[in-house]
C-alpha cells in the first residue's frame, strides 16, 4: 500500500489533525441531520415522547457508530479516549451532570426572576407530559452528540499537538460558531465567549471526573430546563413549556432568546462552576499543565521544582 502524501498523513501514518477533525464534523452533521428528518416525519405520527426518543436513538446510536469506527481506523485511538466509557461510574456521573445543570439553570432563572427581568406566566399544564418527555430525551441526545463531537474527538485532537490552553479555547469557539448553523440562534461575540466560558467548565469536567458523563448530563439538563422554564421561548408557548415567560431585562445580562448563555448572568454562572471544578481539583492534589499538549489523551502532569531537583 503506497504512503499517503505529508499534507495528508502526520508521522504515524494518520490523516492529519484537520482531516480528522473535518471527519468527526461531517458524521455529526449527518447524524443530526437524520435525527431531524426523522423526527419531522414522524411528529405528526407517533406521540411527543416516543417521537423525542426515537429521534435520539437514532441520531445518538448513529453519532456514537460512527465515532466509534473513527477512533479505531483514523484516530487509533482506545475508546476511552473519547471520555465515553461503558461504566456504572459514568452513568452516576451523567445523572450528577444532569442535576447539576437543571440546578444552575435554575439559578439563573431564580436570579433574572428576583431583579425583575423576567415575568413568568402559567400556562395550561394538561397533556403536556408527553412534550416534556419528548424534550429530556431530545436533550440527551443533543448533549451525548455535542459533547462526544466537542469535548471528546475535537478537544483530545486538538489537544494532541497544542497547549491545553490553546486547544480548550479552539474547541469553545468552534462550539460557539458551529450555532451558526441554526437560523434561530443569535450568534453574537458574547455568545462565542460564553461558548469558550463553558468549554473550560466542561473540560476541566472532563479531566476531573475522568469521562464525558457530567458534560453529557449538564448539557442535557441545561437545555431541558431552558425549554421547561421558557426562557428559550421568551413570549412563546411552546409544547414542551411549563412557563411563559415575559422578558424586561437587559440583553446584556439576560442574553437575547433562545442564545440566553450569551447574558452576563449565565456566563457568570457557568464560569463559578469552572471555578468550583477548579477547587475539586485543587483538593484532590491533581496538578496539571495547561501549557502543554495532552499525554495519551490526558493533560500533562506539573511537576513541582521541589520534585524535579536531585540532590549532588
Known amino acids: 500500500m503506497p504512503a499517503l502524501p505529508k499534507w495528508f498523513a502526520d508521522e504515524e501514518g494518520r490523516p492529519r489533525t484537520g482531516w480528522r477533525i473535518l471527519a468527526y464534523l461531517l458524521v455529526f452533521a449527518l447524524s443530526g441531520a437524520a ?8 411528529r405528526s405520527v407517533l406521540p411527543r415522547w416516543l417521537n423525542g426518543l426515537l429521534v435520539t436513538a437514532i441520531g445518538g446510536g448513529a ?9 479505531g481506523r483514523v484516530d487509533r485511538r482506545r475508546w476511552a479516549w473519547l471520555g465515553l466509557i461503558a461504566s456504572r461510574r459514568v452513568l452516576v456521573s451523567v445523572g450528577a451532570g444532569f442535576a447539576a445543570g437543571v440546578v444552575l439553570l435554575g439559578v439563573v432563572f431564580a436570579v ?3 431583579l425583575h427581568w423576567i415575568e413568568p406566566g402559567r ?3 394538561s397533556g403536556k407530559l408527553s412534550a416534556v418527555l ?10 451525548l452528540m455535542e459533547e462526544l463531537l466537542l469535548r471528546g474527538a475535537v478537544l483530545q485532537n486538538l489537544g494532541e499537538r497544542l497547549p491545553l490552553w490553546l486547544a480548550t479555547l479552539a474547541t469553545g469557539l468552534l462550539f460557539g460558531l458551529l450555532h451558526l448553523a ?9 455568545f462565542v465567549a460564553s461558548a469558550a466560558v463553558a468549554t473550560l467548565m466542561l473540560a476541566l469536567a472532563r479531566f476531573v471526573t475522568g469521562s464525558l458523563g457530567w458534560a ?8 431541558w430546563m431552558q425549554d421547561l422554564l421558557g426562557l428559550a421561548n421568551a413570549g412563546e408557548d411552546g409544547p414542551q413549556q411549563l412557563l411563559r415567560i415575559v422578558q424586561h431585562g437587559p440583553v446584556f445580562w439576560t442574553g437575547d432568546a433562545p442564545s440566553i448563555e450569551a447574558g452576563a448572568v449565565p456566563i457568570l454562572v457557568i464560569a463559578v462552576t469552572a471555578l468550583a471544578f477548579r477547587a475539586v481539583q485543587a ?3 491533581v496538578r496539571w499543565s495547561w501549557r502543554h499538549p495532552l499525554v495519551e489523551g490526558e493533560p500533562h502532569p506539573m511537576v513541582s521544582s521541589a520534585a524535579s531537583t536531585t540532590c549532588p
Open 134 to 143: 419528548g424534550a429530556l430525551f431530545a436533550a440527551l441526545g443533543v448533549g
Open 35 to 42: 435525527a431531524g428528518i426523522l423526527g419531522h416525519a414522524l
Open 182 to 190: 441554526n437560523p434561530a440562534q443569535h450568534v453574537s461575540v458574547a
Open 123 to 125: 400556562v395550561d399544564a
Open 216 to 223: 453529557i448530563g449538564w448539557h442535557a439538563g441545561w437545555d
Open 112 to 114: 433574572e426572576w428576583s
Open 283 to 285: 483538593r484532590r492534589g
Open 63 to 71: 453519532c456514537v457508530l460512527g465515532f466509534w469506527m473513527l477512533r
